[in-house]
């Protein structure tokens, strides 16, 4: 089974510029996660969605972060425009239906992003 | 809001010891909890999880034990061996009866190195 793929590996780019993340998911899995993982943290979810419909996105930045989710497949996730804090690994993660018992997450190896 | 809080933030255990990791949850809303092992430059991968509905699961050389009065669980490793080391991170979430859940609520991580 192939696993969650995300592009790019590694991106740079100064303050008050734009940048775009990708994320193709195991094939099948309905829901996608985007999280945020700031170095030495937990990742933190930014937002959730259930075939391309969004379930939650309460701690998206809504000013400066946006997300979308075509034909239920691959997401993509926007910065625009990006700060010093928003340096951090973005993963994008999948899984069956929610994250239970039968249907764990399945992790990318992330996006790391640094913001100059 | 830290819903969840790991300790410690870091642990240093010799070769063949338990190694042992504490969260603590606040939601009781919350019904799953998984534990996640990180290498450096990959995403998360599911170790073990476990529901409320049972004290303690046991998957080889790693133990989840749960104390749903006391609002905590912890992760055992038995053995522990070099290649544990890793970044380990509590989670939780709230499951629904029709299959979905909330996105995953992480602890910050503890980082375990297995002394040879």
């Known amino acids: 089974e192939a696993g969650v793929a995300q592009s790019p590996r590694y991106k740079i780019i100064e303050k008050r510029q734009s940048v775009a993340f990708w994320c193709n998911p195991i094939?099948?899995?309905?829901?996608l996660y985007w999280y945020q993982q700031i170095l030495g943290q937990g990742p933190k979810l930014l937002i959730q969605f259930q075939n391309n419909g969004v379930v939650d996105d309460s701690q998206l930045p809504k000013d400066r972060f946006s997300a979308e989710r075509l034909k239920g497949v691959d997401s993509t996730l926007k910065i625009q425009p990006a700060k010093l804090e928003d340096s951090a690994v973005y993963l994008c993660?999948?899984?069956?239906?929610?994250?239970?018992?039968?249907?764990?997450?399945?992790f990318g190896n992330g996006t790391r992003l640094t913001v100059t | 809001q830290q819903q969840v809080k790991q300790s410690p933030q870091s642990l240093i255990v010799q070769k063949g010891g338990i190694s042992i990791i504490n969260c603590a949850y606040e939601?009781?809303?919350?019904?799953?909890f998984p534990w996640y092992q990180q290498f450096p430059g990959k995403g998360p991968a599911l170790l073990i999880a476990i529901r409320p509905d049972v004290s303690e699961k046991k998957e080889g050389r790693f133990t989840i034990s749960f104390n749903k009065s006391a609002k905590q669980f912890s992760l055992h490793i038995m053995d522990s061996q070099p290649g544990d080391s890793a970044t380990y991170f509590c989670?939780?979430?709230?499951?629904?009866?029709?299959?979905?859940?909330?996105?995953?609520?992480f602890g910050k991580g503890t980082h375990l190195i297995i002394q040879p």
């Open positions: 989670a939780a979430s709230q499951l629904y009866s029709g299959g979905g859940a909330d996105g995953l609520t």
């Open positions: 094939s099948g899995h309905a829901t």
């Open positions: 993660a999948s899984s069956l239906v929610g994250a239970g018992n039968n249907s764990p997450l399945h």
């Open positions: 939601n009781t809303a919350f019904d799953y």
